[in-house]
């Protein structure tokens, strides 16, 4: 019966370690997410400046100069 006792204490003592250890994981996780939904806002309003932009974004650089075609010029007069 003694027996029986020491491992009913011995799994309540797990559980609270067990508890106590999932909190905590529980915060971090919660932190790293937020920081992550930090960052991507940051950087998609950091985005949104053409000079910043062109400075962070390869692909801006390899571009060119935009031009406006006929149909865009005809669009824009009317």
Known sequence: ?????????????YEDMFITFSGRVEKILAVLVLGALAA????QLLLQSPHLRYLLVKVEQ?????YRSAGSAYQKDR
């Open 62 to 66: 390899l571009e060119g100069k935009p």
């Open 1 to 13: 019966m003694e027996d029986h006792h020491h491992e009913k204490e011995s799994a309540d003592g």
């Open 40 to 43: 991507l806002v940051l950087s």
